[in-house]
């Protein structure tokens, strides 16, 4: 249940005191609760709790206070990192995976240091108000909210209900001393949750607060809450501005870059019920986005590995975006990135969202890969280049994967994990199953798709699981992929040069290779 805060209209902005409720659906709770201050470090959640709020069914995360982390770090006087040694040149071959050690417990983020902010400007061609700026650096939400301070009367803040709240005190404070109204409606993020009715009860709270179309949300959160929020910014008012503050790793370095909103669909019932992933969406830029690495101090190892399934995409096809060296880069400091070093963490979420933003603004609407378009070059009936489609590499098998549950598997350390797959997992075992039918069909070396497949591990990422179905159900599923055409499910293949290819003529018995080869007896 979505709970919803307020700001109490007779408190000081400075003294950031909210008014807390849970709400029923689609009503904005009205005051009545006791007011409780947000408190630094504790989940926005928690906040609720504390003011004797009805119970909700909200989360409570071990929690840690990124701004005393920074504080203190300040005065240890840190510098910045000693730039980094050349880069190899091949992509992957160069890495070595038992270099990088794991990490299988959460670290705060450590100390910010004096890095300053980089801005990636991502530009839609011949649409300059649906541009997005997108600022990257150790503090920039926690420590200088002041990227966030639009022009704005008023902001619904469509908040995660396990961001700590020191990542958003700052933000409140300075709403409050910019007199911008503002209020919160609070999502406990989750697949089935990233819903019709949810962004029904968020479009309510929007209106009850007589949002119009001249104000803004501002989403803080993992990509559940952005694609959501974004849904809602999409639609509300016929659309208005959404500033994205990404929380968790997947989220800065994909979900909210490039427009891409959406919830899922339900299909069936009971036992054959089905969720479609972003089965109803939009394409709608947010204006600004934050990306802070510091908060990413208290994501679960296991989301923040999930982020770097999107990373090591990315780098499998960074000549796609321009930066062929991305991959490479990942493996060499893959030890350094899973200590969650801010510097190193920023440098990460900026070249994959460079790289992202490339692909993006040659393709916004992914209509690219249909024309053909791309350098010039024509199609084969085969595989044609896929423009924005690329990104999908690996999707369409994750999709078939990331609802099911009854999968299990072992990390690295032999630990044993259990389903359902987190959306970047889903992702890691579907570039394995990319990477197979690459190797079948688009001659890519097979020791590339074997050093993949370390990577992913070393990164902390399944890339085999037991207690798949048969592969006539999970053909059936592939087939309901929204990109699918009436030819059947579509596929981005690698090619031995690192470009990515359309496929849209797999083989049913293609696909069931592909797919076995993640299946653990
Ligand atoms: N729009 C796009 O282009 C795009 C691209 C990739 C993925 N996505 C979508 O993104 C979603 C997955 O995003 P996600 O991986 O961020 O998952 P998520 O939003 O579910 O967040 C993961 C978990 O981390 C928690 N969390 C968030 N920030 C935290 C923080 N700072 N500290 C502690 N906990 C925190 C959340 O509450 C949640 O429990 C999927 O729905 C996927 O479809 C969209």
Not at 138 to 149: E, F, M, Q, R
Request: hydrophobic letters at 40%.
């Amino acid at each position: 249940m979505p709970t919803t805060l307020r700001k109490s209209p007779s408190k000081s902005a400075s003294k950031a005191r909210v008014a807390v409720k849970a709400s029923k659906p689609g009503k904005v709770a009205s005051g009545g609760a006791k007011p409780a201050k947000l408190m630094p470090g504790k989940p926005a959640a928690r906040a609720a709790r504390s003011a004797k709020a009805p119970k909700s069914s909200l989360a409570q995360p071990s929690s840690v206070s990124i701004a005393r982390a920074a504080t203190k770090s300040a005065r240890a006087g840190l510098t910045p990192a000693p730039a980094r040694p050349a880069v190899p040149a091949t992509p992957i071959t160069r890495w070595a995976p038992e270099s990088a050690p794991r990490q299988t417990t959460v670290k705060p983020a450590r100390a910010p240091v004096s890095v300053k902010p980089t801005t990636v400007h991502l530009k839609v061609p011949g649409d300059a108000a649906r541009s997005s700026e997108i600022i990257i650096g150790p503090g920039t939400l926690v420590n200088a909210p002041d990227h966030l301070l639009a022009p704005r009367s008023a902001v619904l803040i469509v908040i995660d209900s396990n961001v700590p709240g020191a990542a958003i005190e700052p933000l409140i404070k300075r709403l409050g001393t910019a007199g911008v109204r503002w209020q919160a409606s609070v999502i406990t993020a989750s697949e089935p949750a990233k819903s019709l009715a949810t962004a029904e009860r968020v479009l309510a709270d929007a209106a009850a607060f007589n949002l119009t179309r001249h104000d803004a949300i501002i989403a803080i959160g993992g990509g559940v809450v952005t694609d959501l929020a974004g849904f809602v910014a999409s639609i509300y008012a016929r659309g208005i501005s959404i500033i994205s503050c990404p929380t968790t790793l997947l989220a800065m370095v994909d979900a909210s870059v490039g427009g891409k909103t959406g919830v899922n669909i339900s299909i069936g019932r009971g036992q054959h019920s089905e969720l479609l992933k972003n089965m109803a969406g939009t394409f709608h830029q947010p204006r600004r986005v934050v990306c802070d690495p510091l908060v990413l101090g208290s994501l679960p190892a296991r989301q923040f590995a999930a982020g770097l399934a999107e990373c090591i995409k990315h780098g499998l096809i960074g000549a796609e975006g321009g930066d062929r060296k991305l991959l490479a880069w990942i493996g060499a400091n893959l030890a350094e990135i899973l200590k969650r070093s801010p510097e190193v963490l920023g440098e990460l979420i900026t070249r994959n969202v460079k790289f992202k933003a490339t692909v993006v603004a040659r393709d916004e609407r992914e209509t690219k890969a249909d024309l053909g378009v791309k350098g010039g070059r024509g199609v084969t009936s085969r595989a044609s280049l896929a423009g924005r489609m690329a990104l999908n590499l690996g999707h369409t098998f994750a999709h078939s994967f990331e609802t099911l549950d009854g999968l299990s598997w072992r990390n690295a350390d032999g630990a044993l994990q259990a389903g359902p797959l987190l959306h970047g997992e889903a992702v890691a075992l579907g570039l394995r199953c990319a990477a197979e039918l690459s190797v079948r069909t688009l001659g890519l070396s097979k020791s590339v798709a074997e050093q993949l497949e370390q990577m992913l591990t070393a990164a902390g990422l399944p890339t085999r699981v037991s207690g798949l179905p048969d592969d006539a159900t999970l053909l059936r599923r592939l087939s309901h992929d929204k990109k699918a055409t009436n030819r059947g499910p579509r596929f981005i293949g690698l090619a031995p040069d690192g470009s990515a290819k359309l496929m849209s003529t797999v083989t049913q018995s293609t696909m069931a290779v592909c797919v076995d080869s993640i299946r653990e007896p």
